[in-house]
């Protein structure tokens, strides 16, 4: 041992040194986590850099091969994820620990296993070379940087946590900053010293702190007078806006919503941001010219106006679920006959609470979601758009036969209001004698009156116990939602099962060539159904004549064709496999990888068992005697060297095998020479002495080191 | 008891040699004329025992020394080791300045004119020796290099139609000076390819260059006392160690291989011949005789590859030094052949 110790040994730096540089890197590893992390997490980030430093030392001072302790290192930086998610996750611990300790316990291992593993990795190759000091210098100064991240772009101000405080203690910090870049430019070249003379250290060190109080004194110099007043506006307070903006629609997917009496959507109409974008698989032209996009339904009158279903016994032609694991249907409540099939792609870009489609939506399934950080959900789905010729619906009744009383009465339902029936028989009397009698008639003449007579206006406003009376039997100025609960009501009065439909109408003139439709926000809307016996239910809007509404405006093509592009990335048309190709597949991977590297290993232990069980159940075989030998010196990585000799590396392994040069002898003989009668013997007691000089001068834990490593065998040359 | 290790060198004075039985007397025999050129040469101990490698392997050696390190001496003191009972008329040792004005007939010998019995009778020149030192070998003519290299490589000089064959034991140690070329015909690469190995000297470290000057002046105890060999001794010695040193296949396998290597790598011009690794043979076994084995491994390979090569290859211009292109060369064949005692 002591023969091996030369004067240039790399362990022999200075304690003092060791401390500092553990310092050094403690405080890097405090202010790198930082950000991240919270107290415990911190305290063990700093604890465990200290510590990988001062033990790098001690175990690099025994000699351990700077590849095994670095190899070592990033063992445990690796485990340290999945260590601290078991801890998080297990239940044996959640019930052992409080939960709030779990996770402190869990964090701590993260960073802990984290920086210690890495910074002991670093520090075993850096003693053994220099030139892996780089890593640590980058280290330091990376989480610095990395603290100071927001000081880009001319951001001077940045961070304000920093820059608010110097301000309010009179400094510029923009000093103060360069200040700390100097000090931490310096503790990372510090890192790269070794074996410095104490003298040198200390002058390193004096030097540190002169800059350090040059930086000072010139502060001092430059303190600038500032109000510190808290009203100063210098509280740390983000207040440039560059938060998130109070978006009016954000979340408020919900189209025109079931607010009636509040009017919110009669404020000031919402930018038209983009909710949703809708793929035709084939071209659709809509009856009206307008796209219907249904979310919900509103058919239960609760006594002042028509509200969600939440019975479950109604409205069961509307699918209100996402689909998650495989389609979902709606109930049979359509004749097909009148209807055509319209197969679309849905793709949601806000939060929705009920899958949005063209109405009447008879199935939806699910669909690859081709940009997670796009769209929040995406789905196909199958609605039936009316097809029929209006002349085919007329003549037939309202309820049909099949209908329960409850189920008519739940449709009919309506305020209590004689002024509803006395206008809506006023005005069915005047349909055409031929059609007296009929819904779809009657249901035209009420339409015929509101378009007439009402005005569209977002600036009314109808409060009180009954915006829709308030809104019919008065100005009759108001939006979509007043319109649409107005004739519902009057149909409702009349014997026709009617409720209100809430999504988006999209223009179809507003849309762009191509497939897809892009939904804006502000083309939310609400309009009535009527339900027609043996057809279905039948979306029936008012158009009022008049309107103080600019008209829409046209979508963005260029957003709608790349939004739609995006959505479009897959091979398959989204009919198929749910892979696409730029879908590589990590998890696959990662298996194959571990499963490959087991094999490896047990391939590995495989050869190495059975090497030495050849050797045991072999020993006139000198070559596998000789094998097994020198396989325990490969398993420490002592293997012969390419460019050596066998008998200078029996030479080099006298310290624990003195032996081996005279087995190596003898085995060169029996390979190279003319054998002699006892050489095979010899081969094998000379083996077995080295062994068992191996086992009494090798340190136990080296050995159970070599033990373990499966590939020591293939370095035996 | 041959073949121990570490098996300690004979004692030498007590050793009978009368006769050459086994390869431990060889060593002895060896062990005794270094001896003997350690008492007169200090620090020097790897260029004495390649010159005895090249002594009992049937060689001869080219010294590249500067002027003073002791050349000479080292020559004369193998010279003076050895005693001839037998050829009374063969001088054990000679020396040989080369000038640009020497003939070939002052080294080989000439005819001279009897006028007592009227006829020419041959005078033999310094190569009838048994080792000869040839002082800056490049200084001379080519002719004369010439004959020299016959006499070297044929054991026989030729003069007027007439072949004289030289000792059994003729050895020749020539040097040169590798800084002081003006003025000299360096011998080309087939020239130098007669010598078994090429020498490098290097000065002798301080703790040797200490003891020459402590040693000077004060009296000191002759050789006397260390015992001298015979010729016979080494001739036989020579041949048993021939016959007895096993040579593996493998290892001319190995040679063949370093030898391919060379003649195909990008820097050399020319590469080894044949009859290097012919030469090679018996140096690789006298080299495992003095480590006390009857076998060649590849740590005799290793040990002798650059004496034995280097100067034997004509470099293109611009090239790495020769020791290292023989060792790049010499790294793949040698540890193939180390390989090949376990993986069969």
């Known amino acids: 041992m002591t023969a091996a110790r030369d004067i240039d040994r790399p362990t022999d ?7 500092v540089r553990a310092l050094v890197l403690a405080s890097a590893a405090l202010l790198g986590a930082w950000p991240l992390a919270g107290g415990a997490a911190l305290v063990t980030a700093a604890a465990s850099a200290a510590l990988a430093v001062l033990l790098a030392r001690l ?3 025994r000699r351990l091969r700077a590849v095994v302790g670095a190899g070592l290192g990033l063992t445990l930086a690796v485990l340290a994820l999945p260590l601290a998610r078991w801890i998080a996750e297990s239940t044996g611990v959640w019930g052992f620990l409080s939960s709030r300790l779990t996770l402190v316990v869990s964090d701590a291992a993260l960073f802990g296993g984290l920086i210690g593993g890495a910074v002991f990795a670093v520090r075993c190759l850096a003693i053994r070379n220099r030139a892996w000091s780089v890593l640590e210098a980058a280290g330091v100064i990376g989480a610095v940087a990395h603290l100071f991240a927001r000081h880009r772009e001319l951001m001077i101000n940045r961070p304000r946590w920093l820059s608010d405080w110097a301000l309010t203690q009179g400094l510029d910090p923009q000093v103060l900053l360069q200040a700390l870049g100097v000090i931490a430019a310096a503790a990372a070249v510090m890192l790269a010293l070794r074996r410095e003379r104490p003298l040198k250290l200390a002058l390193t060190l004096i030097l540190l702190l002169l800059v350090g109080a040059g930086v000072y004194w010139l502060l001092e110099d430059q303190r600038i007078a500032v109000d510190t007043s808290p009203t100063a506006g210098l509280t740390g307070e983000d207040k440039d806006g560059d938060g998130k903006p109070d978006d009016p629609n954000s979340g408020g997917g919900g189209g025109a919503g079931d607010s009636l009496g509040d009017g919110s959507g009669g404020g000031n109409p919402p930018p038209p941001r983009p909710v949703a974008l809708a793929l035709f698989h084939a071209e659709h032209e809509p009856q009206g010219g307008l796209y219907y996009f249904r979310q919900q339904v509103l058919s239960r009158f609760d006594g002042t106006r028509l509200s969600i279903d939440e019975s479950g016994q109604f409205d069961q032609d509307v699918i209100r679920q996402f689909p998650v694991d495989g389609p979902l249907d709606a109930a049979p409540s359509h004749d097909p006959s009148f209807f055509k099939r319209v197969p679309t792609t849905m793709f949601l870009l806000v939060d929705h609470p009920q899958p949005l489609a063209l109405t009447a939506s008879i199935e939806v399934r699910p669909h690859h979601n081709p940009a997670p950080r796009r769209f929040v959900a995406a789905y196909d789905a199958v609605s039936l758009a009316l097809s029929a010729p209006t002349s085919r619906l007329v003549g037939r009744g309202s309820i049909p036969d099949d209908w329960s009383p409850q189920k008519a009465e739940h449709y009919l339902a309506h305020p209590d209001d004689p002024r509803y029936a006395a206008l809506a028989d006023e005005l069915a009397r005047d349909v055409d004698p031929r059609f007296a009698g009929d819904p779809l008639m009657v249901a035209y003449a009420i339409k015929r009156y509101l378009e007439k007579e009402g005005f569209y206006t977002r600036k009314e406003r109808h409060l009180g116990d009954d915006p829709t009376g308030s809104f019919l039997f008065g100005s009759m100025r108001g939006y979509c939602v007043h319109f649409a609960h107005s004739a519902a009501n009057l149909f409702r009065s009349q014997g026709i099962a009617a409720r209100v439909a809430v999504g988006y109408a999209v223009d179809a ?3 762009g060539a191509g497939s897809a439709v892009l939904i804006l926000g502000d083309r939310a809307h609400a309009w009535p159904e009527i339900h027609i016996a043996g057809v279905g239910w039948v979306p029936f809007d008012i158009y009022p004549e008049q309107s103080d509404e600019p008209p829409p405006r046209f979508v963005d093509q260029s957003l709608e064709s790349l939004l739609g592009e995006l959505a479009r990335d897959d091979p398959t ?4 496999d749910p892979d696409g190709k730029w879908a590589i597949p990590w998890a696959r991977i990662g298996w194959s990888l571990v499963g490959l590297v087991g094999v490896l290993i047990l391939g590995g232990f495989s050869v190495k068992l059975g090497r030495l069980a050849a050797a045991a159940a072999r020993p006139e075989a000198h070559r596998l005697q000789f094998a097994a030998t020198l396989d325990r010196f490969s398993d420490l990585g002592l293997g012969r060297r390419r460019d050596e000799t066998r008998e200078r590396h029996a030479e080099r392994l006298a310290e624990w095998a003195p032996s081996l040069a005279p087995l190596t002898r003898v085995h060169l003989r029996m390979a190279l020479g003319r054998p002699r009668d006892d050489d095979a013997q010899a081969v094998y007691d000379l083996s077995r002495a080295v062994r068992r000089e191996y086992r009494a001068r090798m340190p136990g834990w080296k050995r159970a080191l ?12 | 008891m041959f073949d121990e290790h570490p098996a300690p060198p004979p004692a030498l004075e007590k050793t009978p040699v009368e006769a050459v039985r086994d390869l431990a007397a060889a060593r002895a025999i060896v062990e005794r004329v270094r001896a003997r050129i350690r008492h007169d040469v200090m620090g020097r101990d790897d260029v ?8 009992f392997g049937d060689g001869h050696v080219l010294l590249e020394d500067y002027p003073g390190s002791g050349k000479t001496t080292l020559a004369k003191a193998l010279g003076e080791s050895i005693t001839d009972a037998v050829h009374g008329d063969i001088a054990p040792f000679r020396r040989v300045q080369f000038t640009p004005d020497l003939l070939p007939s002052d080294i080989t010998g000439v005819m001279v004119f009897d006028t007592t019995t009227n006829d020419f009778h041959f005078r033999r020149g310094p190569v009838f020796s048994h080792v000869l030192l040839v002082d800056e070998i490049n200084r001379t003519s080519p002719k004369v290099q010439a004959a020299l290299l016959e006499a070297m490589a044929e054991k026989q000089v030729t003069v007027d139609n007439v072949s004289h064959r030289l000792d059994a034991l003729f050895f020749v140690i020539a040097t040169q000076n590798p800084l002081d070329s003006v003025g000299t015909y360096p011998l080309p690469v087939a020239q130098l390819d007669r010598f078994l190995f090429k020498i490098r000297m290097q000065h002798v470290d301080r703790a040797s260059e200490l003891e020459v000057l402590a040693s000077w002046g004060s009296p000191r105890q002759g050789p006397e006392g260390l015992a001298r060999v015979s010729r016979g001794q080494i001739i036989a010695a020579r041949d048993l160690i021939r016959r007895q040193v096993h040579v593996s296949p493998k290892v001319h396998e190995c040679l063949v291989d370093i030898a391919g290597i060379l003649r195909s790598d990008k820097r050399v011009a020319q590469g080894v011949s044949t009859r290097s690794l012919v030469q090679a043979i018996p140096a690789l076994q006298v080299r495992a005789m003095l480590d006390g084995r009857d076998f060649v491994t590849p740590a005799d390979i290793e040990h002798l590859t650059v004496p034995l090569f280097r100067h034997r290859l004509a470099m293109v211009p611009g090239a790495d030094a ?10 793949g064949p040698l540890d193939t ?8």
């Open chain 1, 509 to 511: 003139w507003t849309r």
């Open chain 1, 59 to 61: 175990v690099m001072a």
């Open chain 2, 322 to 331: 020769p020791e290292r292109v023989v060792r790049d060369a010499a790294r």
């Open chain 2, 48 to 55: 004495i025992e390649l010159v005895l490698v090249a002594l």
């Open chain 1, 573 to 576: 048309g989204g009919r198929g």
């Open chain 1, 706 to 717: 070599g033990s373990l490593n499966p590939f020591g065998w293939w370095f035996t040359r």
């Open chain 2, 337 to 344: 052949l180390s390989r090949s005692t376990i993986s069969r």
């Open chain 1, 13 to 19: 730096e200075p304690w003092g040194l060791s401390l």
